[in-house]
């Protein structure tokens, strides 16, 4: 069966840092990208990033740019996206997905919800 | 432009059809994706492609494409379709980008 795992809920405060992951199986990792979609609270989908874990190369969305970091280790099947300084407004949930040979996006993680608050 | 555009609800009568909506210039050169996401769970892919359904998605959920608007229909819908529904295809850097999702109430 194929899956994406991801870690836990996280609580942070402003200005920490934190590190998502998000798990592959039952599939070659290095054959399909993975993309991150942030959620905010009662809000639609928007896509951040993504990555190629055959090599690494990442491609940001312009509004994500800068903000966050997305990074892959194909040895332990595992992507991950990083923040090093948290806002309030980075709370929200967050999933990984598996692309398809174009943009669709066929197996989803289930989601990590991200709080961020002093 | 690189957006997408949904209407924020559409509902329909149960076991009647429903066309949901999608609008955007990338779409003249791209096929659009369609998730289902009910409250408090993952997306879940229903339609990818010209038409194509992933597996245990029931056949009830077709996609088609015309100029830059694509449509999701659903023909017979049910109780369990009530659901947001997000259509995604790419920008003009051919980046992946979301519609703004379309809320389905079945009656």
């Known amino acids: 069966e194929v899956q994406l795992v991801q870690s836990g809920a996280e609580v942070k405060k402003p200005g920490e840092s934190l590190r998502i992951s998000c798990k592959g199986s039952?599939?070659?990792?290095?054959?399909?990208?993975i993309s991150w979609v942030r959620q905010m609270p009662g809000k639609g989908l928007e896509w951040m990033g993504r990555i190629d874990p055959s090599d690494s190369y990442t491609n940001y969305s312009p509004s994500f740019q800068g903000h966050v970091t997305i990074s892959a280790d194909k040895s332990i099947s595992t992507a991950y996206l990083q923040w090093s300084s948290l806002k309030a407004s980075d709370t929200a949930m967050y999933y990984c997905a598996r692309h398809m040979a174009d943009t669709a996006m066929v197996t989803w993680g289930q989601g990590t919800l991200v709080t961020v608050s002093s | 432009s690189s957006e997408l555009t949904q209407d924020p609800a559409v509902s329909v009568a149960l076991g009647q059809t429903v066309r949901i909506t999608c609008q955007g210039d990338s779409l003249r050169s791209y096929y659009a994706s369609w998730y289902q996401q009910k409250p408090g769970q993952a997306p879940v892919l229903v339609i990818y492609g010209k038409n194509n359904r992933p597996s245990g998605i029931p056949d009830r959920f077709s996609g088609s494409s015309s100029g830059n608007t694509a449509s999701l229909t659903i023909t017979g819908a049910q109780a369990e379709d009530e659901a947001d529904y997000y259509c995604?295809?790419?920008?003009?850097?051919?980046?992946?980008?979301f519609g703004g999702g379309t809320k389905l109430t079945v009656l």
């Open positions: 039952g599939y070659s990792f290095t054959s399909y990208w």
């Open positions: 995604n295809s790419r920008d003009s850097s051919g980046n992946p980008i």
